[in-house]
């Protein structure tokens, strides 16, 4: 069965179609339709155009009509493409030692740091992870997030690891938002896993990964690769065994130290992620390879470093997409539109770049090509501002929130009949 509905008139819809994977973006590019309509066929977008002009179409379809005040603004909805939203506690004392000046190694001496939440989300049931992953995905919903990588790198074992990846798998079911499941079973070396780190890698990709095809859990492989994580001499033989099952790699790559955004071009990763700590030298490899480029400054905000350098990446002909690293340790605050707005402020990105970067650059690094732009076929994944001028969105940096929020065809966020 088709059901048809035309939404619209919209002062602005802001399709983000034509505009390159890679490289510089300028706001004259956008293709911007005013006074537009968007007809969506059952769960997909079916056609766009000047509202006027589709009421005749839709009309002939049968089409319902959702008619707005034509006082809006329509994007596509959002992809967060980098998060960690499936853990259990807190980490607000590590954040008041960091202020105070202690060092991340007398964090972990005094029992903070990721092993902290180790802990902390061990003790935490399938259930109430569950129910923490939908209280953050549904406060993401309300500020257009409609779909949502989760990563798993908090349990740390299989049978820890396997019910993150469970929880994610279950939560998603119970949400309209898409949630991605990655697992970054490589995000520190255990302190309880007797072995060396590379044995521990070698249980995961024998044991967990098979899995993970069996059961559906996760396509997606991520590794941390860093001083205080893996090497990359540990991460090689782990990739290449991840890569010959199929699966996608990722990687949180140049955060402290440099040396993981080559391991993710060597591996053809579909995104390094951080890249704070990354030099002319590794911007320059990436902007000349496939690797999508995934800025994170929800946790230079929370840790106090420095930008990944967004200008330089998209200047030398990268992709940049922008995630919230939403996280208990690095990254508490999770708004993902106020902190692409700020990294937008501090590394002088155009509005079209910000936004191309949290919508389809970011579907683009979860290998998603059915999302980010709003096109015939692409899911009806819809958002709408309650301004007539788009450069509103990212100037009020994340106070201006959306309005209403289609997921999938289906009008699941509405502030006027809230
Ligand atoms: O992406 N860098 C490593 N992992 C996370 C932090 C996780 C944590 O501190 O709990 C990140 O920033
Ligand atoms: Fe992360």
């Known amino acids: 069965m088709h059901t048809y509905q035309l939404i619209g008139p919209f002062a602005q819809i802001l399709p983000m179609t034509n505009l390159g994977l890679k490289g510089a973006i300028t706001d004259e590019s956008l ?5 537009g309509g968007i007809l969506i066929e ?12 589709m009421l005749p179409m839709a009309k002939e379809l049968g089409a319902e009509a959702i008619a707005l ?8 909805g959002l992809v967060d493409a980098h998060t960690h939203i499936c853990y259990g506690g807190t980490r607000a004392n590590d954040y008041a030692m960091r202020n105070a000046g202690k060092s991340y190694l007398e964090i972990a001496k005094s029992g903070g740091g990721i092993w902290d939440t180790v802990t902390q989300t061990r003790k935490a049931t399938e259930d109430q992870l569950i129910d923490l992953i939908r209280q953050r995905a549904t406060r993401h919903l309300e500020n ?14 299989v049978e820890e690891e396997l019910k993150m990846l469970y929880a994610i798998k279950k939560a998603n079911q119970k949400l309209p938002t898409d949630l991605i499941a990655t697992c970054l079973a490589a995000h520190m070396v255990p302190k309880d896993y007797s072995g060396t780190p590379r044995e521990y890698l070698e249980e995961i990709s024998t044991t967990l990964f098979p899995k993970l095809k069996s059961e559906q859990l996760a396509h ?3 590794a941390f690769i860093e001083e205080s994580a893996y090497s990359k001499d540990d991460i090689v033989p782990y990739f290449t065994k991840a890569k010959a099952m199929g699966f996608d790699i990722t990687v949180h790559a140049d955060q402290f130290s440099t ?3 080559a391991v993710a071009i060597a591996f053809d990763a579909v995104s390094a992620d951080h890249l704070e700590a990354s030099t002319t030298k590794e911007i320059e490899a990436l902007a000349k390879s496939n690797v999508i480029a995934t800025a994170l400054p929800g946790a230079s905000l929370g840790l106090g470093c420095a930008f990944t350098p967004a200008r330089e990446l998209l200047d030398a002909g990268g992709a940049l997409a922008i995630a919230s690293d939403w996280n208990p340790g690095s990254a508490p605050m999770g708004d993902l539109l106020t ?3 700020i990294l937008g402020t501090f590394q002088k990105l155009s509005n079209a770049e910000v936004l ?4 389809f650059r970011a579907a683009l690094a979860l290998n998603l090509k059915d999302r980010g732009t709003i096109q015939e076929g692409y899911l009806a994944d819809l958002i709408t501002f309650p301004t007539n001028n788009y450069k509103e969105i990212l100037y009020q940096q994340g106070t201006l929130k959306p309005n209403r929020v289609w997921k999938r065809g289906k009008l699941v966020m509405d502030k006027k009949h809230d």
């Open 31 to 35: 293709s911007i339709i005013e006074n």
């Open 42 to 53: 059952n769960e997909r977008i079916h056609s766009l155009g000047k509202y006027s002009e």
């Open 69 to 76: 005040d034509g006082n809006d603004v329509c994007l596509p």
């Open 144 to 157: 257009g997030i409609t779909t949502i990588e989760v990563k798993s790198g908090y349990g740390l074992s």
């Open 220 to 222: 997606r492989i991520d």
């Open 259 to 261: 040396s993981g955004s």
């Open 339 to 341: 902190q692409a707005a």
């Open 356 to 359: 191309a970067g949290i919508t």
